[in-house]
Nanobody, 116 residues
Framework: QVQLVESGGGLVQPGGSLRLSCAASGFIFSSAAMSWYRQAPGNEREWVATISSTGGRTNYADSMKGRFTISRDHAKNTVYLQMNSLKPEDTAIYYC?????????WGQGTQVTVSS
């Protein structure tokens, strides 16, 4: 059974930091590109960042460059999203995504709220 379980969300003040985690199971983690997406109320889901299956390549949406860092730990089958300098507009549900040649899986999401 495939599972992507996000954690680490919460309430943080503007300028603060959070680290999201996504624990993966039920598929070959080392073969999947892993991504984070987010969806704010009333908005479509938007792509945040992707890390290649080996971890050697990362890509970010322009508004996240320099503030967010995606990484993965193959020993723990976990992908992370370190978020710094958070802004109120970063408030959203953050989703973990795994994509391989013939599959795509989604987690249930974790809420991030940036507010004073």
């Amino acid at each position: 059974q495939v599972q992507l379980v996000e954690s680490g969300g919460g309430l943080v003040q503007p300028g603060g930091s959070l680290r999201l985690s996504c624990a993966a199971s039920g598929f070959i983690f080392s073969s999947a590109a892993m991504s984070w997406y987010r969806q704010a109320p009333g908005n479509e889901r938007e792509w945040v960042a992707t890390i290649s299956s080996t971890g050697g390549r990362t890509n970010y949406a322009d508004s996240m460059k320099g503030r967010f860092t995606i990484s993965r730990d193959h020993a723990k089958n976990t992908v992370y999203l370190q978020m710094n300098s958070l802004k109120p507009e970063d408030t959203a549900i953050y989703y973990c995504n795994a994509r391989g040649g013939l599959y795509e899986y989604w987690g249930q999401g974790t809420q991030v709220t940036v507010s004073s």
